[in-house]
């Protein structure tokens, strides 16, 4: 398939951006991003319960769609990979608003990672640090001050704040 009309089939397909989240691959694929932070957690049904509300409250933030998602085009900017491209919705990878490589001491942060694309983890942020894209303004400088004010509001929220103190009792 070329990308064209993997992004034709993302484009109409009604579920696309939600697909994904209906799976459990995101919560398994989320403990190794903050298994540091969280190393005395231990990982039962029960905090995967939680974690799966924390996607799902990150997901919300970032207005179910990817991080980086902008509204205007006739074809949607966020796709998979190309090994992906036969998959009918967009299939979210884990990215770091500070990036791992520039700042691996803040990477294992819970409040530090998105609901990305591929395109958007490797095309768009590729290794820079959230504040960095914000000089290619426009829609995607929107895009991510409107992302992140939702997310500040989100961490500073009570529902927020319990279940952070859940998962890590």
């Known amino acids: 398939m070329k990308l064209i009309e993997h992004r034709q089939v993302i484009n109409g397909n009604p579920e696309a951006y939600e697909t994904d989240l209906r799976s459990d691959r995101l919560v398994k694929s989320v403990?190794?991003?903050?298994?540091?932070?969280?190393?005395?957690?231990?990982?039962?049904?029960?905090?995967?319960?939680?974690l799966k509300?924390?996607?799902?409250?990150?997901?919300?933030?970032?207005?179910?769609?990817?991080?980086?998602?902008?509204?205007?085009t006739e074809l949607p900017l966020c796709w998979?990979?190309?090994?992906?491209?036969?998959?009918?919705?967009?299939?979210?990878?884990?990215?770091?608003?500070l990036s791992q490589n520039q700042m691996p001491e803040k990477?294992?942060?819970?409040?530090?990672?998105?609901?990305?694309?591929?395109?958007?983890?490797?095309?768009?942020?590729?290794?820079?640090?959230?504040?960095?894209?914000?000089v290619y303004g426009g829609l995607l400088a929107q895009?991510?001050?409107n992302v992140l004010t939702n997310r500040r509001i989100l961490f500073a929220s009570k529902k927020w704040q319990d279940l952070i103190t859940e998962l890590k009792k």
Not at 80 to 97: A, Q
């Open 80 to 97: 998979n990979r190309p090994s992906d491209w036969n998959i009918r919705y967009i299939k979210y990878e884990w990215g770091h608003l």
């Open 107 to 134: 990477s294992s942060s819970i409040e530090n990672i998105g609901l990305y694309s591929a395109r958007c983890n490797q095309h768009i942020q590729s290794s820079m640090n959230i504040q960095e894209l914000m």
């Open 31 to 50: 403990i190794n991003h903050i298994r540091q932070d969280f190393s005395e957690v231990r990982f039962d049904q029960k905090k995967k319960a939680i």
């Open 53 to 72: 509300e924390i996607v799902c409250l990150l997901f919300e933030a970032q207005e179910h769609r990817p991080f980086f998602h902008v509204e205007g």
């Open 143 to 145: 895009r991510i001050s």
